[in-house]
């Protein structure tokens, strides 16, 4: 498996993963949300706030994996949301995902990010090192539908403690329709 940074050359196909993956999953109209959110990232978030990570296997995408800054007024630490992750329907259940995100992670580890958080299912982002934080330890920048979703770790030799708010998202994700 081969990784790579570069989104612009590959923004559409990229795009065109994650809308194909969450229509499968999720059905078209969630697939349609994401794949927008995706293009979105990609043409609108400044360089500085935006990671993307995609996985190759034999030249064809696999995977791919957003992670934004969020901004928290009173708190000095950086902190960098994981959202979204997906991998090709027929790479599914072999670890890709997994492994694009541990790769994802220790990129921003040696980066010097403090904190990852994630919006996602807590049996699975575990393996990967996140645990439930609370709402009030965590602030979400817009109101959360599923709150024990909201999920984060450290990615320093610092325990994971309260930050503080309010928070702020890249422009993309401040829609409550992803929340």
Known sequence: ???????????????????ATFSASEGTEEGALIGALARRLIAETPA?????????????????????????ASDPRTVFLMAPVAVATAHQGKGVGQR??????????QEGVDIAVTYGDPAFYGRVGFEPFSEADLPAPQPLNQPQGWIAQSLTDAPLTPVRGPAR??????DPALW
């Open 100 to 109: 694009l995100i541990m790769h994802g992670l220790d990129a921003l580890r």
């Open 1 to 19: 498996m081969d990784y790579s940074t570069d989104y612009t050359t590959h923004a559409e196909a990229i795009a065109a993963l994650f809308e």
């Open 48 to 72: 500085e706030d935006l990671r993307v990570f995609t996985a190759w296997e034999d030249g064809a995408l696999v995977g791919g994996i957003f992670f934004t800054r969020l901004t928290y």
């Open 169 to 174: 998202c890249v422009a993309a994700f401040d």
